[in-house]
């Protein structure tokens, strides 16, 4: 079952023709994971943001194609950005090292205002069925996916660091885009990663 939020934002994606995500073969994770943080994600998890803000984001969709994030609330577009994706932009994570951005629908567990791309959200991959597929895999399913700023060596690049795919599976944008994101994305907030 879909979170009740993301709801709204699938229909009027389909509502809109924008090639709405086939949910039923989504891999979809249906909440939070059963085990107890640990000191450091609890510390990065602290802040929560206010529901109460209207701008605050209640969904992202981030299309691998186009290479776009877009914040939605209540169905409606708040703002879309230009991302860059893991090397191998095309086809879902499988093992930890495959450079690819993972595919289906996950959530923000975390935020971290220290990392070492500027600031980052914790995106909740893997979820079961990456796992499954990981272990019959015989390989690591990987993890640490996140949105996140640059790394001090791209600083110059703003923007057009999305003209290139350059991540190890992360999303990326320009640190004054990822100021926007920290700001409107609370921990919880459902994102959907389509091909």
Known sequence: MLPSLLAGTIAAIVAAGAG???IAATKAHTGPATAAPTTAHAARTAHVASASNSMMADSIVVAKSSHTLTLFRAGQVIKTFRVALGRVPVGDKV???D???PEGLFYIDARNPGSKYYKALHISYPD????ERARELGVPAGGDVMIHGLPDRFKSYGESQADNDWTE???ALSDQQMDEIWRDVPVGTPILIKP
Request: proline letters at 6%; charged letters at 10%; hydrophobic letters at 20%.
């Open 95 to 97: 093992r930890q090292g």
């Open 99 to 101: 450079h690819r951005t």
């Open 169 to 171: 599976g992360c999303i």
């Open 128 to 131: 079961a069925a990456h796992q």
């Open 20 to 22: 709405g995500h086939p």
